[in-house]
T-cell receptor, first 115, second 112 residues
Framework: EDKVVQSPLSLVVHEGDTVTLNCSYE??????LLWYKQEKKAPTFLFML????IEKKSGRLSSILDKKELFSILNITATQTGDSAVYLC???????????????FGKGTLLTVNP | SQTIHQWPATLVQPVGSPLSLECTVE??????LYWYRQAAGRGLQLLFY??????ISSEVPQNLSASRPQDRQFILSSKKLLLSDSGFYLC???????????FGPGTRLTVT
C-alpha cells in the first residue's frame, strides 16, 4: 500500500527559529514530490521535486529530495507568525496506463509560530 | 491565467438529503480534474479523478459519485448524505502531464 508519512505532526516554535519538516514515502511509480502550505482553506503549492540532491529555494523556504532513502525535508529559516499553517507533503505517482497521475498525501505537519 | 471555482463555500445538510457540489476551471482546456476530501483538518483523500468528459475513476468505495458533463466542469454528488460525509471537499486540476496540481477554494460540508 502506498504511504506518505510526515513528522512531526505538530510543532510550536518562536519567531526567528529554524524548523525542519520531514516527509518519508513508500509508493509505486514515483514521479515527483510536492510540498503545499495550507492556512484554513485550500492548499497552495510551494515546491515540486523530481531529482535527488537538488535544493529548491523560495525566500526563507527550501526543500530537498533523497530518492535513495525515500524522503524529503522542508526547511524554514527565520520563521514568522505568517508561516503558521499545515504543511502537506504529497507524492505524485503515475497511474496504470500512464495517462493519469495521482497525488498521495501525508497527514501534514501543523506549524505554529508564536511571536 | 487559470482559475478554479467551487461552490458553495459552506453547506449544512441533514442526514439523508442529496448533495451537489460544483467545480469549474477557467483558462485551460482538457484538464485532469480531481475531488478530494479532507477530514479533521488533515490529510487529503482522493475520491475521484477524471481525464476527460464522461470519464470518471473512483479511488474509494463510498456514498458519493462524480460526473464531468463538460470539459471544465466536475460535479460531486450524493443521493443520501451520511454523517460521515462531513468534511472539507477540494477540487483540483492539473494540465495533462504537468507536475503541479492546483486546488480550488473548497466547500466545507457539515451533515447534521
Amino acid at each position: 500500500e502506498d504511504k506518505v508519512v510526515q513528522s512531526p505532526l505538530s510543532l510550536v516554535v518562536h519567531e526567528g527559529d529554524t524548523v525542519t519538516l520531514n516527509c518519508s514515502y513508500e509508493v509505486t511509480n514515483f514521479r515527483s514530490l510536492l510540498w503545499y502550505k495550507q492556512e484554513k482553506k485550500a492548499p497552495t503549492f510551494l515546491f515540486m521535486l523530481t531529482s535527488s540532491g537538488i535544493e529548491k529555494k523560495s525566500g526563507r523556504l527550501s526543500s530537498i529530495l533523497d530518492k535513495k532513502e525515500l524522503f524529503s525535508i522542508l526547511n524554514i529559516t527565520a520563521t514568522q507568525t505568517g508561516d503558521s499553517a499545515v504543511y502537506l507533503c504529497a507524492v505524485d505517482q503515475v497511474k496504470s496506463g500512464g495517462s493519469n497521475y495521482k497525488l498521495t498525501f501525508g497527514k501534514g505537519t501543523l506549524l505554529t509560530v508564536n511571536p | 491565467s487559470q482559475t478554479i471555482h467551487q461552490w458553495p463555500a459552506t453547506l449544512v445538510q441533514p442526514v439523508g438529503s442529496p448533495l451537489s457540489l460544483e467545480c469549474t476551471v477557467e483558462g485551460t482546456s482538457n484538464p485532469n480534474l480531481y475531488w478530494y476530501r479532507q477530514a479533521a483538518g488533515r490529510g487529503l483523500q482522493l475520491l475521484f479523478y477524471s481525464v476527460g468528459i464522461g470519464q470518471i475513476s473512483s479511488e474509494v468505495p463510498q456514498n458519493l459519485s462524480a460526473s464531468r458533463p463538460q470539459d471544465r466542469q466536475f460535479i460531486l454528488s450524493s443521493k443520501k448524505l451520511l454523517l460521515s460525509d462531513s468534511g472539507f471537499y477540494l477540487c483540483a486540476w492539473r494540465w495533462r502531464t504537468a507536475y503541479e496540481q492546483y486546488f480550488g477554494p473548497g466547500t466545507r460540508l457539515t451533515v447534521t
